[in-house]
């Protein structure tokens, strides 16, 4: 679920063949204002303008139970695009229910377009409405400091991942996948296994990182990020240094997922990229360099590399860093990790 002013000039510029993107306007805990883009890329009869029957239902979630609603969905507007036509439509939630790893409230949208009485297309998306941001050097979720602790995954395991029993604090343990270089070069989609990963983790709510391959080309990349926007459970994108340049432009597609960077431990603090919220240090067999006792302006989530992928790593590696804190120069007191991430099996090659 993406967060941003729905009538913005961003809207209109949403790459084809993404048909579907969901965007949280003005919310609160008693009333949030969502809005539908859809693109239908064969339709383009302005003479006819589009009918739509939506409805906007839930909330359903693995972990809690409350009140159903059904909301009619309306269109707000219509327009030809490119080959295509563009709708935004909107709905309005009274006493929301937001996504949290706790409680991955989610709800379903489905539509029906018709012209003449006849249906011209249809479609069916489950949302999860997020409110992720940055205060200070922290990650803020619902109102509250949320501290990331991950392990990484090897895109090979990803397959048997689900099939596994986990336990409650393992589900809500972050994944870190890396994308393949060939990301949405077939039929729009992220490949089955990672789409069914992602559709899991909203499920249980499981945060997880994504690392984009270096040599992605720029051209996928705004369908790419609005198609892991479309996942609550997609807490951060990290970004290749060869990709920094499209860091702005990719801003307005991203909402409240972040967007982030990958630096070495064993240098200065960099200053980041325009467009890049944070970032992750990764630390081989040393505790970081001694400059990073001054806090810089972002967030900043430790990354344990060479070490297992275990849960239990992330205390362990929470423990080595403050114990790094209290050597002489230590950071101030109000300043901490936003996250802890252990293992190396995602390499991007």
């Known amino acids: 679920m993406t967060s941003q002013t729905p009538n913005s000039e961003s809207c209109h510029k949403l790459p084809l063949p993404t048909q579907f993107r969901a965007i949280l306007g003005r919310s609160d805990d008693l009333q949030a204002n969502l809005f539908f883009q859809i693109i239908l890329p064969t339709w383009k009869q302005a003479e006819n303008p589009l009918i739509l029957e939506g409805v906007l239902t839930g909330p359903i979630s693995s972990r809690a139970s409350t009140l159903p609603i059904r909301q009619k969905i309306r269109i707000q507007s219509q327009k030809i695009v490119n080959e295509g036509t563009e709708i935004l439509a909107h709905s309005v939630l009274t006493e929301p229910a937001f996504w949290t790893p706790d409680v991955p409230m989610l709800y379903l949208v489905k539509c029906k377009f018709t012209s003449s009485s006849e249906e011209v297309a ?5 949302i999860g409405l ?12 619902d109102g509250h400091r949320f501290v990331l602790r991950g392990i990484t995954q090897s895109n090979r395991a990803i397959t048997l991942s689900n099939k596994q ?3 409650s604090e393992d589900d809500k343990t972050a994944r870190v996948f890396d994308l393949p270089v060939d990301a949405l070069s077939q039929a729009d989609t992220l490949g ?28 996928v990349l705004p369908s790419l990020i609005c198609r892991l926007t479309s996942h ?21 597609y991203k909402g409240t997922m972040l967007l982030a960077t990958e630096t070495p431990a064993d240098s200065a603090p960099p200053e980041l990229p325009k467009g890049i919220d944070l970032a992750v240090v990764r630390i081989m067999k040393t505790m970081p360099d001694s400059s990073w006792k001054t806090p810089p302006p972002y967030p900043v989530i430790a990354w344990h590399t060479g070490t297992p992928s275990q849960r239990k790593e992330c205390d362990r590696l929470q423990a080595l860093l403050a114990n790094w804190r209290t050597t002489p120069n230590s950071p101030p007191a109000s300043w901490d990790w936003a996250g802890y991430l252990v293992g190396d099996e995602p390499i991007n090659t």
Not at 122 to 126: D, K, Q
Not at 130 to 141: Q, V, Y
């Open 192 to 219: 089955i296994p990672l789409e069914e990963e992602l559709k899991t983790a909203d499920e249980i709510g499981r945060p997880i990182a994504i690392r984009i391959h270096p040599e992605s080309h720029p051209a």
């Open 122 to 126: 249809s479609l069916r998306h489950t």
């Open 165 to 167: 029993f986990t336990s």
């Open 130 to 141: 997020r409110r992720l941001g940055i205060r200070n050097h922290s990650l803020w979720l």
């Open 232 to 252: 609550p459970s997609v807490f951060l994108t990290v970004l290749p240094s060869t990709l920094y340049s499209e860091a702005l432009k990719l801003s307005i």
